[in-house]
């Protein structure tokens, strides 16, 4: 099982995965603006799902909007917090690592994850981020899709693209939800908005298509023919990508929690293969290694009988060829002493 969670600008979704992706529990509260009372808030939502599930659960991934420095949240991008240390403060609730990780990063995943060649995806919401990706793979300059920060003029000012179209903006300017602005004219505007950042990120990033993600994307089915016109304005002389909404635009970040955290466990799954292969491959060699010495000292002992066989034979061959020797030896001083009976002998006669 993997717990999601995803801290949002303006709600903070809380979501239970079984291995299949389905969602088993889910909660969802309003984020506080205060960081205590929602660190109070958060711990007090997870507590079911730690009393529930905490022996299931493998791993839990929080989503941050904003930057991450060795695990810990250093800067949100909708909240003045540095250095939130999630994985310390909720800790004692789990008995498993708790990793942090930028939410566009995990949306992207997500949102890119089945369809082919590159793929940018867009969120607005309370402000404008994203990420770039082949096929649910991050690319190498994804942390670089920072657009909502770019600045343009509009209405006669000098303002950064999510002062623009992000929903916060836009629902300022009507005053409402921007999900619930109606009105041909209105989806005019919303799609001016939205057209007047795509230029510089299809130039710079040259994606085969565009995912607009987020609360957004809800609107998009409105707006989507005065997008694309307003784009082909923009851009008289270039092929446009093709420009889709986001499968999930209000759980994309959930759902990337659970492909990170599924991709993670397949990840750790197959170096622990690789770990037993090594151990086995090691215990073979180690084997190999034990009957090689074996047989070698088969072969040595086998060496050292034939040689003290050998010296054997000739030590044998040195004291018969002495024997010889000594019983020659005997045999002459024998014959030379019955010589010299003989000669005695024989002067005794005379």
Not at 78 to 95: C, S, T
């Amino acid at each position: 099982m993997y717990l999601a969670i995803d801290i949002g600008g303006t709600k903070t979704l809380i979501a239970a995965f079984n291995h299949r992706g389905k969602v088993i529990k889910k909660h969802r509260f309003k984020t506080p603006g205060n960081k205590k009372t929602f660190l109070a808030v958060l711990e007090a939502a997870l507590i079911p799902f730690s009393v529930r599930h905490r022996s299931k659960i493998e791993q839990v991934i929080i989503a941050i909007p904003g930057i991450i420095e060795d695990n810990i949240a250093v800067k949100f991008g909708n909240r003045p917090w540095k250095n939130l240390d999630l994985e310390k403060q909720l800790g004692h609730l789990f008995d498993c690592k708790i990793t942090l990780e930028n939410d566009a990063n995990l949306a992207t995943v997500f949102e890119t994850s089945k369809k082919k060649g590159l793929g940018l995806y867009l969120t607005f919401s309370t402000g404008i981020g994203g990420g770039l990706a082949r096929k649910g793979q991050l690319a190498k300059n994804s942390g670089s899709v920072e657009p909502g920060h770019t600045t343009y003029i509009f209405d006669n000012k000098s303002l950064e693209w999510e002062d623009i179209a992000s929903c916060a903006a836009i629902g300022a300017v009507y005053d409402r939800q921007a999900t619930s602005v109606r009105g041909e004219s209105a989806y005019e505007d919303i799609a001016l908005r939205v057209a007047l950042g795509l230029p510089e990120v299809i130039q710079k990033y040259h994606p085969d298509y565009i995912v607009i993600g987020g609360p957004l994307a809800k609107l998009f089915h409105h707006f989507k023919a005065d997008l694309r016109k307003d784009l082909k304005n923009l851009l008289p002389n270039k092929s446009l990508p093709r420009i889709v909404p986001a499968r999930r635009p209000k759980e994309s970040v959930i759902y990337g929690c659970y492909l990170f955290a599924k991709a993670r466990a397949k990840k750790a799954k197959k170096s622990q293969k690789t770990r037993a292969k090594t151990n086995i491959k090691s215990w073979d060699d180690t084997k190999k290694s034990r009957q090689l010495a074996a047989e070698n000292a088969r072969k040595a002992a086998k060496e050292n009988a034939k040689l003290e066989k050998q010296k054997l034979k000739e030590e044998m061959k040195v004291m018969k060829e002495k024997a010889k020797a000594r019983a020659k030896q005997a045999k002459q001083a024998k014959k030379a002493s019955r010589s010299q009976a003989s000669k005695k002998e024989s002067r005794g006669r005379k």
